[in-house]
C-alpha cells in the first residue's frame, strides 16, 4: 500500500489549537467575536478533514514525520481510512455542537462562553490528535489533553456538576495511569514507541511478561477511558449534570474516539491473534459488553430524568461498540465501527433535544413531557428519529450497525451474543418508546392546563428554540437516516479498506 506525505493531519490539530490560544486576549476586548472565530476554526479543521479524506480515498493513507525526523525518533501522524473517517465524524459534530452552544451555554453557564470556548478548541484538538497519532506516548499526551479539558467543560454546569467533574478526574486519571505504565512496560521491551515500528518488533515479544502486562494494563486504561461496564462510574454523573452542550459533546466524541484507540492498538500494533489466542482480551471483552447492553439498558428504563436515561443508555450503546470489536472477525469490527459512528450521530442530537427542552420548558423529568410535540414539533420528531436509530429499525444506520454486528456473532458462531443484540435492542424500546409516548400522548384537559406553557395572549408557546439550537439537532437526525441509506458507502470506502487481514475470516 502506498503512503503519501502530506501536513493536512497536523493542520487539523493545530488550527483548534491555535485558535484557543488567541480566545483569551480576543474575549478581553471584542467577547462578541469569540463565538465566530471559534466556529470558523471548526470549519477550517471541517474543510481539511474533507480534503483529506478525498486525497485518501483516491491515492491512499498520508503520514507525516513532525520537523522531518523519521520514526522511531520522531513523532509521526498517520492516517488511513479508518482515522479519515473519525475525522471526518469528529470535525462534523463539534462544529455543529459548537453552533448549537451560541444561546445554550449562555442560558447554562452565563458569562463563560470565553473559557468554554477555548476548552473546547483545545479538546478538539486531543480528540482529533488521538485519531491521527501514530505514537504510543504522543497518544498519551493528547489523551490527557482530551480528559483535562472534558473535566474542566463538565465543572462549567456548576453545583453537583463539580462533584462529578472531580469522580470523572479521578477515574480518568487512574486510566491514564493504567495506560502509561503500559507504555512504559512496551519501551522497555522494545525500545520504540512508533506504532508501526512496534507492529514489526512485538511478534517475537508475545510470550514476555512485559508485553502481557502492558497490554492488559492498555486495556484496563482505555476502557476506563470508554466508560465500559464495570469501569462506567464517572459517566452518568458526567453527563447527566454537565451543560447541555458539554453532555451532547462528551457523549458523541469522546467515548467513540476511546474505543477506536482500542481498536486501532489491539488489531494493528498488535497482531489480532495476540488478543485472541496468546491474550485472550476479546473474549473478555465480548462477555463484558454483553452485560453492559443489558444492565445499562434496565437501569436507562428505571430513569425519570431524561439526560440521566440518556446516559446510562451510552453505557449500553458502548457495548455494542466493544462487542464488534471482541468479536474478533470482519463482520464484527464492521458493525462495531459502523455503530461507532452511527451512536455518535444518535446520541449527540438526543442530548441537544435534552437540552432544546431544558432551554424552552425548563423540564428534565420524563413524565412531564406530555404534548410537547404540540409545541416544540421539529424537536420531538429529531429525538423521535434517533430513538428509532437506537431501537435499530429501519432505514435508521443503527438497524444496519446492529445487523452486522448479528452478523459477526453468526460468523463467530457466538449465539448468545445475538441473542443479547435482540433482547437490549427490545429494552431501548421501553425506556425509548416510553419517552415518545408522553411527547405524543394527548393530555386531559386539567394536565394541558397547568402543564402547557402560555404566552401572554394565551396561546401555547410554540418552538422557541433559536436556530442555531434547532438547525443541528436536525442535521444530526437527517443524518441518522442518512447513514442508514449509505451505510454501504461508508462500509466499502472506509470501514473494509481498513479491516486488519486477521479480522478476514
Known sequence: MNIHQSATPVLIVVVPLITSFILPLLGWRHRRLVFPVSVLALLCSFGLSLVLAGRILNVGPVEYFMGGWEPPWGIAFYVD??????????????????I?????????????????????????????GLVSTADMFNLYVFLE???????????????????????YVIL????????????????????SLNMTDLARILPGLYESNAVLVGFAFFVIGISLKMALFPMHAWLPGAYTNAPSAVSALVAGTTTKVAAYVLARVMFFVFEPSFSVETLPVTTV????????????????????????MLAYSSIAQIGYIVLGIGLANGMGFTGGML??????????????VAGAIVYQTGRREIHTFRKLSRTMPLTTAAFTICAFGMIGLP?????????????????????????VILVSSVLAIGYLANVVRYMYLPADDDELATETTVSSHGEPDREKVPLTMLVPMLILAAGVILLGLFNG???????DPAIPIGLLR
Open 100 to 128: 448549537y452552544s451560541k444561546k445554550s451555554i449562555l442560558k447554562e453557564a452565563p458569562d463563560q462562553e470565553v473559557p468554554f470556548y477555548s476548552v473546547y478548541l483545545i479538546l478538539v484538538s486531543g480528540l482529533t
Open 81 to 98: 481510512h479508518l482515522a479519515v473517517l473519525m475525522l471526518l465524524l469528529l470535525t462534523f459534530v463539534t462544529l455543529l455542537v459548537a
Open 395 to 419: 432505514p435508521t444506520g443503527g438497524f444496519f450497525s446492529k445487523v452486522y454486528l448479528i452478523l459477526g456473532a453468526i460468523d463467530g458462531e457466538q449465539w448468545v451474543f445475538v441473542g
Open 285 to 308: 471483552l465480548s462477555w463484558t459488553a454483553a452485560v453492559a447492553m443489558i444492565l445499562g439498558s434496565v437501569m436507562a428504563i428505571v430513569q425519570s430524568d431524561l439526560k440521566r
Open 489 to 495: 458507502v461508508v462500509v466499502s470506502q472506509f470501514i
Open 145 to 167: 489533553i482530551t480528559s483535562l479539558s472534558c473535566y474542566a467543560l463538565v465543572s462549567l454546569g456548576r453545583g453537583v456538576a463539580v462533584v462529578s467533574a472531580f469522580r
Open 172 to 191: 480518568g486519571t487512574v486510566g491514564a495511569a493504567f495506560y502509561l505504565l503500559s507504555v512504559g512496560y512496551l519501551y522497555s521491551v522494545t525500545g
Open 339 to 352: 455503530h461507532l459512528v452511527n451512536h455518535a450521530f444518535m446520541k449527540c442530537c438526543l442530548f441537544l
